[in-house]
């Protein structure tokens, strides 16, 4: 793709008309009728918001989808005062997100869910990711280590890489980034069964829902780990409605790109968006 010319202040050259800003006002002006009565489906019955906030640098841009009745009726640039999770995404990964082909890889940072409790944001990793903190005290020779590949999340393929010490699961990484062949445990889990998987009160098993690769005796014991740890779950009430508020957004996101496919005003709207933005 190639961007417009410009002045070696980096000024749009004369003639050039700017390209607002992704995810701006202005931009969002544009947006909106491109995705206005879009249908919804697998939401519960009546009014939503879906509240998304893009981050550029350090401009930080509020975004906002309603919709009522199973379709989408606005786009609006502010978050509302009664908004309590959030998901943020920088430029890229909303491209991503809208349906776009995006290189490379993105950092996991590049999406996150931020909850309000309590009055103070937090934010949280894109499960799995959200399992612990990582354990920079565990050396991959004292124990089995599990590599994990999470397919067709929102932010493409994860890696994940957990170990397991005296029968318990502890993380040790995580990535978008395929890590060099190592030996230990592998498996294989789409993202949606991860989300399946974390409802409270599915009785679906955490096991069969994964591809196993590994010597018999290394896997037995990470799924055994597994099991136990899967027995002890609890999950908090902030993390089920962050969940819930999560796959609602990301609902509403596939709607979106189900509409913009194709759209030819689509392509224009984000084409220029390769050239220097205005605010």
């Not at 920079?136 to 393929?157: F, K, Y």
Request: charged share 25%; glycine share 8%; net charge positive.
């Amino acid at each position: 793709m190639q961007s417009g010319g410009s002045t070696e202040a980096g000024r749009p050259a004369t003639g050039e008309r700017s390209a607002p800003a992704p995810f701006s006002r202005s931009w969002l002006r544009t947006f909106e009728p491109l995705v206005t009565g879009a249908p919804v489906p697998g939401l519960p019955a009546g009014g939503r918001c879906a509240p998304f906030v893009c981050t550029d640098g350090d401009r930080v841009r509020p975004w906002v989808v309603h919709v009522a009745d199973g379709r989408i009726n606005a786009v609006n640039p502010a978050l509302g005062t009664d908004a309590q999770v959030v998901v943020a995404h920088t430029v890229t990964v909303g491209w991503r997100l809208l349906g776009l082909s995006v290189r490379g890889f993105h950092r996991l940072d590049e999406l996150v869910v931020e909850q309000l409790v309590s009055g103070r944001w937090a934010r949280h990793p894109m499960p799995p990711l959200d399992e612990g903190l990582i354990d920079l005290t565990v050396a991959d020779d004292d124990a089995i280590v599990w590599h994990e590949r999470v397919i067709d999340s929102p932010l493409g393929t994860l890696f994940v890489r957990r170990a397991v010490v005296d029968g318990r699961l502890r993380m040790l990484g995580a990535s978008t980034k395929p890590p060099a062949p190592t030996a230990g445990v592998g498996t294989d889990v789409a993202w949606r069964d991860v989300m399946a998987l974390r409802r409270p009160g599915t009785d679906a098993d955490a096991v069969a829902r994964r591809a196993w690769r590994g010597s018999t005796t290394d896997v037995r014991a990470a799924r055994e780990a597994l099991v136990r740890a899967r027995s002890a779950e609890n999950m908090p009430r902030a993390s089920v409605h962050r969940d819930r508020a999560l796959l609602d957004s990301l609902a509403v996101v596939r709607s979106m790109r189900s509409v913009l496919r194709g759209s030819a005003a689509w392509r224009e709207l984000w084409r220029p968006s390769a050239r220097r933005p205005t605010r």
